[in-house]
Nanobody, 114 residues
Framework: QVQLVESGGGLVQPGGSLRLSCAAS????????MGWYRQPPGKQRELVAS???????NYADYAKGRFTISSDTAKNTVYLQMNSLKPEDTAVYYC????????WGQGTQVTVSS
C-alpha cells in the first residue's frame, strides 16, 4: 500500500508559478515511477509528467519547457514546479505512483485566473 498526499495547489494569475508536492508513505525507490496527472473541468484525466526511481523524466508536450518534475528521495516526495501558468492549466492535479498497482492521491486544485 502507498498513501500519497498532495499539497501546493491554489489560485495564481496567468504567468505565475506554483510548486506542487506529493509525499509518499514509503520509499519512492520501491516504486516503478511516480507522476502527476491533471483533469481539467469537463475533460478526461491526462498525464502531465512522470519520473522513475532512476530519475528519468517524461513530459506531456504542453508541459515541456514550463513544468519540471523532480524528486527528493530522502523525503519520499515528488514535486511539480509549474511556471508560466496559463488559464488552460486550470485543473485538479493528481499525484500517482506505480507499485504493485496504481495509487492515486486525493488531488489538489490549481486555478489560473486574473
Amino acid at each position: 500500500q502507498v498513501q500519497l498526499v498532495e499539497s501546493g495547489g491554489g489560485l495564481v494569475q496567468p504567468g505565475g508559478s506554483l510548486r506542487l508536492s506529493c509525499a509518499a508513505s514509503r520509499s519512492i525507490f520501491t516504486l516503478r515511477f511516480m507522476g502527476w496527472y491533471r483533469q481539467p473541468p469537463g475533460k478526461q484525466r491526462e498525464l502531465v509528467a512522470s519520473i522513475t526511481g532512476g530519475g528519468s523524466t517524461n513530459y506531456a508536450d504542453y508541459a515541456k519547457g514550463r513544468f519540471t518534475i523532480s524528486s527528493d528521495t530522502a523525503k519520499n516526495t515528488v514535486y511539480l514546479q509549474m511556471n508560466s501558468l496559463k488559464p488552460e492549466d486550470t485543473a485538479v492535479y493528481y499525484c500517482s505512483a506505480m507499485g504493485s498497482r496504481v495509487y492515486w492521491g486525493q488531488g489538489t486544485q490549481v486555478t489560473v485566473s486574473s
